[in-house]
C-alpha cells in the first residue's frame, strides 16, 4: 500500500457526461501528480498540482480540468466524455523536499459506454 | 518539455538470462531516472532510481546506469525469474513534471 488512496475504483458511464476522480496523496505530501493509462498504453503525464497551485501541465485536453485543495486532496473532472476517455487514471504523490519517488495510488478505471 | 524513448517495447528471456532495457531523454536538466514495474491491472510501483550525479546504482538483481553525455540509461535484470514478469517503465524529470518511456513488456519463461 503507498498511502495513496483513489475513488472510485471503477467508474462507468456513457458518452458525454461529466465524471470526477478523486485522489488522496500520502500523508505530508505536498505535490499531487495525475497520468492516464489507455489499454496496453504508457503513461500519459496530465497534469501537476503542488499546494494547491498548478506547476505542471502534460497532455492534458482542454475538456478536463484539475484542481488541488487545502486539505490537499485533488479532483481530476472530465467533461463531454468520449469512447476514447476510457483509461485507468492513476494520481501519485510525492514531497519533492525528501525525495524525487512519486507513490501511486491504485487508480480508477474509466469506462466510457 | 521533456521526452523520453524505450527500447524494446517487448522482450523475452529464458530464466536466468540477462534483460537490458534502454531509454533515452531529450532535456538536460532532467536530474532523476526512476525506474517502474507495473504488473496487470496494478499500480507502477518503483524498483530502482538514480540521479544525475551518479553513473551507476545497484540494487540486488537489478542495476541502473546513466550516461549524461549522451542522455541514456538502462535497466539490467539479471538471473531473470518468471515473476520478473511484467511492463517495466523508464522516466526522467527535473523535479517537476515526469515524462514515461512508453514501457517494455518482459516475459520470462520458466
Known amino acids: 500500500d503507498s498511502g495513496v488512496t483513489q475513488t472510485p475504483k471503477h467508474l462507468i458511464t456513457a458518452t458525454g457526461q461529466r465524471v470526477t476522480l478523486r485522489c488522496s496523496p500520502r500523508s505530508g505530501d505536498l505535490s499531487v501528480y495525475w497520468y492516464q493509462q489507455s489499454l496496453d498504453q504508457g503513461l500519459q503525464f496530465l497534469i501537476q498540482y503542488y499546494n494547491g497551485e498548478e506547476r505542471a501541465k502534460g497532455n492534458i485536453l482542454e475538456r478536463f480540468s484539475a484542481q488541488q485543495f487545502p486539505d490537499l486532496h485533488s479532483e481530476l473532472n472530465l467533461s463531454s466524455l468520449e469512447l476514447g476517455d476510457s483509461a485507468l487514471y492513476f494520481c501519485?504523490?510525492?514531497?519533492?523536499?525528501?525525495?524525487?519517488?512519486?507513490?501511486f495510488g491504485p487508480g480508477t478505471r474509466l469506462t466510457v459506454l | 518539455g521533456e521526452n523520453v524513448e524505450q527500447h524494446p517495447s517487448t522482450l523475452s528471456v529464458q530464466e536466468g538470462d540477462s534483460a537490458v532495457i534502454k531509454c533515452t531523454y531529450s532535456d538536460s536538466a532532467s536530474n532523476y531516472f526512476p525506474w517502474y514495474k507495473q504488473e496487470l491491472g496494478k499500480r507502477p510501483q518503483l524498483i530502482i532510481d538514480?540521479?544525475?550525479?551518479?553513473g551507476e546504482k545497484k540494487d540486488q538483481r537489478i542495476a541502473v546506469t546513466l550516461n549524461k553525455t549522451a542522455k541514456h540509461f538502462s535497466l539490467h535484470i539479471t538471473e531473470t525469474q518468471p515473476e520478473d514478469s511484467a511492463v517495466y517503465f523508464c522516466?526522467?524529470?527535473?523535479?517537476?513534471?515526469?515524462?514515461f518511456g512508453a514501457g517494455t513488456r518482459l516475459t520470462v519463461k520458466p
Open positions: 501519485a504523490s510525492n514531497s519533492a523536499s525528501v525525495s524525487n519517488e512519486q507513490f
Open positions: 522516466a526522467a524529470t527535473n523535479n517537476n513534471d515526469m515524462r
Open positions: 538514480i540521479r544525475s550525479n551518479v
